[in-house]
């Protein structure tokens, strides 16, 4: 997959449109894609509530203060692969890699 930088779209509705059209050029839906973040330990439990009741790995930091998140999610589009970053986004000190 091609890397765009956020930074370079002139507003963040063009950078999710190329998101968009890059998940859509490399993926045929529906497919299994794999999700990855890490959240401050403080706020896992707001991230984990974006995947449901799905399966999650999470591992600690070697001082525990943050945890990566882990989700393999069956999606159908490439609208719903933006939706979770989107909603994983709004949670405060999430990244997602």
């Known amino acids: 997959m091609q ?9 963040p509705d063009e950078w999710w449109d190329r998101f968009r059209e890059l998940l859509d050029e490399e ?4 497919t299994r894609y794999t999700f990855k973040f890490i959240a401050p330990a403080a706020h896992v439990d707001e ?7 799905h399966s999650l790995k999470v591992r600690a930091s070697s001082k ?9 999610l069956r999606v159908t ?4 692969v933006v939706t979770v970053y989107q909603e994983a986004g709004a949670i405060e000190g999430v990244i997602a890699l």
């Open 64 to 72: 525990g203060n943050y945890l990566s998140v882990t989700a393999h």
């Open 3 to 11: 890397i765009i930088e956020r930074e370079n779209a002139d507003n």
């Open 77 to 80: 589009s490439s609208d719903e």
């Open 27 to 30: 993926n045929e839906w529906p």
């Open 47 to 53: 991230l984990k509530s974006v995947f449901g009741d």
